[in-house]
């Protein structure tokens, strides 16, 4: 018997939410903003109105008030979608509890076992029905056999429909859609498939399976299962937690990062993060990786193995200065960096110890000093306590950048002085 999935997506979900408390917006071209302050300045999310000037999502600010003058510009309140997305959330399990989620916006939802006799698109528009009068939001739901189709479904029309595919309609449906549509073939993929003529998800599908996996490796067969609705992943339970395979985090900074006691600042921040997650998981990590992006937006990676597993921030912090120190040789000034701890397995589980006592990495960090910063950081918010490394290091407005320790100079800055 065929499942029946349903994938619920929210309708310019950062921008509705916002309107519920501003219904002001309602009537004008809104959408939610990055801090153009901190160069996050793109579009977050746009309502309808703004959409139909031409507004697109993840565009720079500035582009997107050439296209609407008019165009009113909202912060977002991330606690506030986040609260919605509980409360989504919580309706949606009185109708099953194997719901996935797919962002603060998206889930999937199985109903085989609860669907009994009755016509899939009619819950659908019942949930979509009950998501407008008891939250003053609209949905768009996909209604499949697979959580592929499920998913192109909810893309497929919107906003606040229903769009039903089946194994009997997929193909005059799905296949005339852009590969692009399709999950998981991002920009790079598209364009590699456009180099050989596949323009549509049915060129996908009517591919040699041989040949796409020649061609894109492993990814190629994955597209071609999906193309032609052949999926079978399942819809995870509601209370399912995915195994973390790296905990990471990353920073763009106000200014471009222009010698190395910012740069050690920022690895700072980004260190402490990285472990306090670490600890709230009870996880330790076996390799560090460090992303440095520059001004010019060319992106590095390096990675180190560890003596032994760690959720120490000075361990990472240190194996960050060193892969930095090591590999960047300030051709240019620094946009952003990431640090990662991957190679993850339980706190606590069995560790081989160094025979060297220089060597003991540790996983030391959950010491009672640790646990007291995590406990007030966790009570009042990130970054109540910081080191007072981070504190010069975060783009400092007393801050001197000509006390160089290793970086751009002047001249290098400013090529005409």
Known sequence: MDRTILHIDQNCYFASVEMISHPEYRDVPMAVTGDASKRHGIILAKNDLAKKAGVKTAEAIWQAEQKCPGLVKCSAHYDQYVFYSQKLRKMYEEYSDRIEPFGLDECWMDVTSVIADRDPKD?????????????????????????????????????????????????????????????????????????????????????????????????????????????????????????????????????????????????????????????RHGLIGNSVQ????????????????????????????????????????????????????????????????SMFPEDHSGSGGSDKLTSAIDELNQRFGTGTVRSCAELEGIMSPNYDPELHDGGITAGKRDPLS
Request: glycine share 6%; proline share 4%; hydrophobic share 35%.
């Open 123 to 279: 819950l659908a528009d019942e949930i979509r029905s009950r998501v407008k009068a008891e939250f003053k939001l609209t949905c768009s739901i996909g209604v499949s056999f697979n959580k592929i189709f499920a998913k192109l479904g909810s893309d497929y029309k919107k906003p606040d429909a229903t769009t039903v595919i089946t194994r009997e309609n997929f193909r005059d449906i799905v296949w005339p859609l852009p590969a692009s549509d399709l999950l998981f073939v991002g920009g790079a993929t598209a364009s590699k498939l456009n180099a050989v003529n596949i323009r549509t998800i049915g060129d996908i599908a009517q591919s040699k399976r041989e040949f796409l996996e020649d061609y894109l490796g492993k990814a190629g067969s994955m597209l071609w299962i999906y193309s032609n609705g052949l999926d079978e992943s399942p819809v995870a339970p509601s209370d399912y937690e995915r195994e973390l395979k790296s905990v990471g985090n990353s920073m763009t900074t106000p200014a471009d990062i222009i010698n190395k006691r910012q740069a050690a600042g920022t690895f700072r921040t980004l260190s402490a993060s990285v472990a306090s997650r670490l600890r």
């Open 290 to 353: 460090i992303t440095v992006r520059d001004k010019d937006l060319h992106t590095y990676e390096h990675q180190r193995m560890l003596f032994e597993p760690t959720d120490s921030e000075r361990v990472i912090y240190e194996t960050s200065m060193e892969l930095f120190n090591e590999s960047y040789d300030w051709h240019s000034a620094i946009r952003s960096l990431g640090v990662r701890v991957t190679k993850l397995q339980p706190a606590g589980s069995g560790v081989q110890m």
